[in-house]
């Protein structure tokens, strides 16, 4: 019997799959708890800062360590009409789109992070749908 090579991506698919139900069930309310005990045990440096998603999703504008910004959705200055505006934003959401999608691909832990107002923003891990439980029998 052959068995397909496994591909280091694929390797870290696994993992950070593994890791991310480990941590599960005890954050699945707690978007910033989550995705900080998913960072901190597969190592990501510099640690993610503060108990609050605007307090990561800040860190994650300014990259350091191991982090990369792979865009930011805010729409560029001068773009004319709303209408203009409103395409610009859509065309930037599928090309960061794509780019998430490829680096979770490739098994890298891709965090998505909005900042609120309120104070209280929204991260989350960023995964294919490749990347389900069931795909890894």
């Known amino acids: 019997m052959v068995f397909p090579a496994v591909s280091d991506s694929s390797r870290k698919k696994q993992h ?3 890791v991310c139900e480990k941590h599960w069930e005890r954050h699945r309310y707690n978007c910033s708890g989550f995705v900080r005990a998913v960072a901190d045990e597969l190592g990501v440096f510099p640690r993610l800062a503060g108990p609050q998603a ?3 999703y800040n860190q994650l504008k300014k990259p350091a360590g191991t982090w ?12 004319g009409t709303p209408e203009n505006a409103k395409q610009a934003l859509v065309k930037r959401g599928q090309q960061l789109q794509q780019l998430a999608a490829a680096a ?4 890298d832990l891709v965090v998505a ?3 609120s107002s309120s104070g ?3 991260v989350a891990i960023v995964w294919t749908p490749l990347a389900r ?4 029998k």
Do not use: F, M, V
């Not at 990369?68 to 773009?79: F, H, S």
């Open 16 to 18: 950070l799959i593994a």
């Open 54 to 56: 605007n307090q990561i």
């Open 68 to 79: 990369k910004l792979i865009g930011d959705l805010a729409p560029p200055a001068n773009l």
């Open 104 to 107: 979770a691909r490739n098994g």
């Open 113 to 115: 992070a909005s900042y």
């Open 120 to 122: 209280h923003g929204h």
């Open 133 to 136: 439980r069931e795909d890894r």
